[in-house]
C-alpha cells in the first residue's frame, strides 16, 4: 500500500511540477509580446503592484489548468440529448478548447445552471479531428437538441478553440438562424503566435494569417442572433491577448487578472457570460410579446 501510495504522490507531483512549468512559460512569453508592443510593461515589471500580480495570475492559472487535468476523466464520452426539464428557453450548448474535454466547462455549467438556466450541456469534440469534422458534431448535437425539445434556436458559449468552431457554424456554415447567442471565451479570432505548440492541424489552422482566419474573419456578422467576445487582457496562451477581440461582435468584453484557462473558473468572466444570457433570453421575450391592438 506504501509502494502505490508513493507512486501516486511522485506522479502528483510530476503533474504539478509540469502544470507550473508550462504556465510560467506561458506567461514569460505572453510578458514578452506585451513588452514589444508596449514598453511601459518594462518599467513596471519590478515594482510591489506588478510582483503581485504576476504570482497571482500564475497561481491562478496552474490551479486552474490542473483543476482541468484531474477533472479530465469525469469527461469521457457524450451526455445524452435529452435534458431534465421542460423549458421554453433556449438550451445553451458549451464548447471546450483544445487539447481539453467537457469536463473542464462543469464548473461553469453548475454555475449556470444555478443562475437559472435549466438546460445547459458540454459537449467534446476531439482535438485530432480538423475544423469542418468538429463543426460537423456540433451540428448533429444542435438538430438532436432542436428536435428532442422542440426548439428552434440554441446558444452557444465556446471557449478557446471552442468558440472558433461556435463561429465556424454561425458564420460558415449557415448555422446563424438556429443560434440565439454565441458567445467566445477567450477564442483567438486572429490567431495566437502560440499556435505552433500545439502540434495538431487545428493549431495550424489558428495561425496568424492562415486561410481559415481569412476566411472566417472576412465573413460579416449574420443578421441574426447576437455575438460577444469575452477575453482576458493577461491571456497567456491567445498572443497577442488583443487577438481575442471579434471585430464583427456586437459587444467585446475585456477582462483583467486572469489567465487563459481561468476564464472558466473565475466570478468575474462567469458573470460576464450570465449576463449576456440573461440579455439575450430577455431580449428574445420582449420579441415574442405580441402589443396590444
Known amino acids: 500500500m506504501s509502494y502505490t501510495l508513493a507512486i501516486f504522490c511522485f506522479l502528483l507531483e510530476l503533474t504539478v511540477g509540469l502544470v507550473c512549468l508550462t504556465v510560467l512559460l506561458s506567461f514569460t512569453m505572453a510578458w514578452y509580446e506585451r513588452a514589444n508592443s508596449d514598453p511601459e510593461v518594462i518599467t513596471r515589471r519590478f515594482t510591489s503592484r506588478g510582483i503581485f500580480l504576476s504570482i497571482w495570475l500564475m497561481l491562478q492559472e496552474s490551479c486552474s489548468l490542473l483543476t482541468t487535468l484531474l477533472l479530465r476523466p469525469l469527461g469521457w464520452g457524450n451526455p445524452k440529448t435529452t435534458f431534465l426539464e421542460a423549458s421554453e428557453q433556449p438550451p445553451i450548448i458549451l464548447l471546450h478548447g483544445l487539447f481539453q474535454n467537457r469536463s473542464c466547462l462543469y464548473w461553469l455549467q453548475y454555475r449556470l445552471k444555478g443562475a437559472g438556466f435549466k438546460n445547459v450541456m458540454a459537449i467534446n469534440t476531439p482535438p485530432w479531428r480538423d475544423m469542418e469534422t468538429l463543426t460537423e458534431i456540433l451540428i448533429r448535437k444542435i438538430d438532436e437538441v432542436r428536435v428532442a425539445h422542440k426548439v428552434d434556436k440554441v446558444c452557444l458559449v465556446g471557449h478557446s478553440m471552442g468558440g472558433m468552431i461556435a463561429r465556424n457554424y454561425v458564420q460558415l456554415r449557415g448555422g446563424a438562424p438556429r443560434v440565439a447567442c454565441c458567445i467566445t471565451l477567450g477564442s483567438p479570432h486572429s490567431g495566437s503566435k502560440l499556435a505552433p505548440f500545439a502540434l495538431s492541424q487545428l493549431g495550424k489552422s489558428l495561425l496568424p494569417g492562415t486561410a481559415f ?81
Open 213 to 293: 482566419l481569412q476566411q472566417i474573419n472576412a465573413a460579416p456578422k449574420p443578421a441574426e442572433g447576437r455575438m460577444v467576445s469575452i477575453y482576458t487582457r493577461h491571456d497567456n496562451i491567445v498572443l497577442p491577448a488583443t487577438n481575442a477581440r471579434l471585430a464583427v461582435a456586437d459587444e467585446n468584453i475585456e477582462l483583467d487578472g486572469m489567465g487563459h484557462n481561468s476564464l472558466l473558473f473565475h466570478p468575474k468572466a462567469i458573470q460576464a457570460i450570465i449576463d449576456q444570457l440573461t440579455g439575450t433570453l430577455h431580449a428574445d421575450t420582449q420579441t415574442d410579446v405580441t402589443p396590444d391592438q
